[in-house]
């Protein structure tokens, strides 16, 4: 029997990828009930500095995390694990959560720019830095903190939000706008959660985009961030995706060069 069909018993270790403007503290409620089910979970900090940099340092992550992986990306991270899984050569399966899930060559800002439910472009602010290289300089991208409850977790409470405005992470402008290379629903199956009262992403477009992958979708009323606002109905998403991906599924045979 060749190494490559060699079944691996083992359950896929969960590892979650956040979006712009966040940080791996915004899955803090699904990791704690992942752990108390006694799932293996991580998570990976999302560089926010542009697609083709953010997948390969995640795609790296993944590489290094011991057996199976399932990933799990929210908002941009979607766009981040579709394009880092295949290099890192160990996801056995993909969870979008209010998350953008491109094809080859597809920018977010077009993608953004047909949704008729999502309000983000209006209310990004957008500030330059130099990069640190000569007179080099970078353009940032963040939300602005009056507009930051109502376009992006109109599901939690005000004080909630205003410290999230005050605390999230700005990203880069070439998160928008580099196109997406060979996306990983492609040849990976997938799982996605579309929140109907997304106004950052927007529903209309998450919801196309995880039909168009062939993702098992899973509806439910709330936010951009419904893994805070409703964390179950993420982690019981992530089950359903692992029992899939953990029957005899085979031990993944490398990655892409």
């Not at 903190?145 to 992006?152: G, Q, T, V």
């Not at 997406?180 to 492609?186: E, V």
């Not at 106004?199 to 899973?218: E, H, L, N, P, Y």
């Not at 953990?246 to 060069?257: I, M």
Request: hydrophobic residues 45%; aromatic residues 6%; charged residues 15%.
């Amino acid at each position: 029997m060749s190494e490559a069909n060699v079944v691996a018993p083992t359950t896929p270790t969960v590892v979650l990828v956040h979006g712009a403007f966040a940080d791996s503290s915004s899955w803090n409620g699904v990791v704690e009930g992942l752990q108390a089910a006694g799932i293996p979970v991580t998570t990976v900090p999302n560089p926010l500095r542009g697609i083709s940099i953010d997948a390969a340092y995640v795609a790296s992550a993944l590489a290094q995390v011991p057996g199976p992986v399932l990933a799990v990306g929210h908002s941009y991270g979607g766009a981040i694990i579709t394009n880092a899984a295949l290099h890192a050569g160990n996801v056995v399966g993909l969870v979008y959560v209010a998350a953008f899930a491109p094809d080859q060559g597809e920018k977010l800002f077009d993608i953004e720019a047909g949704s008729t439910d999502s309000v983000l472009n209006s209310a990004l602010v957008q500030r330059t830095y130099p990069t640190g290289e000569g007179d080099a300089t970078q353009v940032e991208v963040g939300i602005d903190p009056e507009k930051f409850h109502d376009a992006f977790a109109a599901d939690l409470p005000h004080a909630q939000t205003a410290v999230m405005a005050a605390t999230q992470r700005p990203a880069s402008l070439l998160g928008f706008v580099e196109p997406t290379g060979t996306p990983a629903w492609r040849s990976l199956p997938s799982w996605a959660v579309v929140a109907t009262g997304d106004k950052a992403a927007g529903s209309d477009v998450v919801r196309s985009m995880a039909q168009r992958a062939g993702a098992t979708i899973t509806e439910v009323e709330g936010s951009h961030v419904i893994m805070i606002s409703k964390p179950q109905v993420v982690i019981d998403v992530i089950r359903q995706a692992l029992t899939a991906v953990s029957s005899a599924a085979p031990t993944p045979s490398g990655a892409l060069s």
